[in-house]
T-cell receptor
Framework: SQTIHQWPATLVQPVGSPLSLECTVE??????LYWYRQAAGRGLQLLFY??????ISSEVPQNLSASRPQDRQFILSSKKLLLSDSGFYLC???????????FGSGTRLTVV | DQQVKQNSPSLSVQEGRISILNCDYT??????FLWYKKYPAEGPTFLIS?????DKNEDGRFTVFLNKSAKHLSLHIVPSQPGDSAVYFC???????????????FGKGTKLSVIP
């Protein structure tokens, strides 16, 4: 069966520090992968998606970046975090079983 | 421009009664719709979906209704249980599930509280 792993679960980082969040998928190959953010009081905002290794599409210009170094690995990064980067970050893969997404458990990022 | 709208940020319902969560969309290209349920500090989980060729889909206590002419869908939960208390997200897609750049557009969510 397919599973998605996301870590860490929580993270507190100072302003100006770097960020690296990792997401891996098991049990499937060549998945479509997505990074979403849920900011306080807001909905789910698509940040990046990837249809294959090295292929990244950005939906929202900001100081975040994404990379897909391997087929089932998706990484969200920042060189210098801002206070506004605080939020709940979710990785997801395209689940053809129900033609929707299956989400990871999320990372709560607090920038202080 | 918000293409998927959930106009009620919150909803409180007595246990055993019906919960009705509403969702409106503006993009006429959307033809596949999903509902997700999210508990705090967890990722959303898929609940139920409906294709535009249908106007109703039922799965146990959950039923989704689609009114294409009104660009409106609703999720009915009957009977509501305290464990249903969560944030519910409506999502929509412009069909063609096999497309490489398949994306879902989400609403902002409705927080449902089921009171025992």
């Amino acid at each position: 069966s397919q599973t998605i792993h996301q870590w860490p679960a929580t993270l507190v980082q100072p302003v100006g520090s770097p960020l690296s969040l990792e997401c891996t998928v098991e049990g499937t190959s060549n998945p479509n992968l997505y990074w979403y953010r849920q900011a306080a009081g807001r909905g789910l905002q698509l940040l990046f998606y990837s249809v294959g290794i090295g292929q990244i599409s950005s939906e929202v210009p900001q100081n975040l970046s994404a990379s897909r170094p391997q087929d089932r690995q998706f990484i969200l990064s920042s060189k210098k975090l801002l206070l506004s980067d605080s939020g709940f970050y979710l990785c997801a893969w395209r689940d053809r079983g129900h033609n929707g997404y299956t989400f990871g458990s999320g990372t709560r990022l607090t920038v202080v | 421009d918000q293409q998927v709208k959930q106009n009620s940020p919150s909803l409180s319902v007595q246990e055993g009664r019906i919960s009705i969560l509403n969702c409106d969309y503006t993009n006429s290209m959307f033809d596949y719709f999903l509902w997700y349920k999210k508990y705090p500090a967890e990722g959303p989980t898929f609940l139920i979906s409906i294709s535009s060729i249908k106007d109703k889909n039922e799965d146990g206590r959950f039923t989704v209704f689609l009114n294409k002419s009104a660009k409106h869908l609703s999720l009915h939960i009957v009977p509501s249980q305290p464990g249903d208390s969560a944030v519910y997200f409506c999502a929509a897609s412009p069909g063609t599930p096999g497309a490489g750049s398949y994306q879902l557009t989400f609403g902002k969510g409705t927080k449902l509280s089921v009171i025992p």
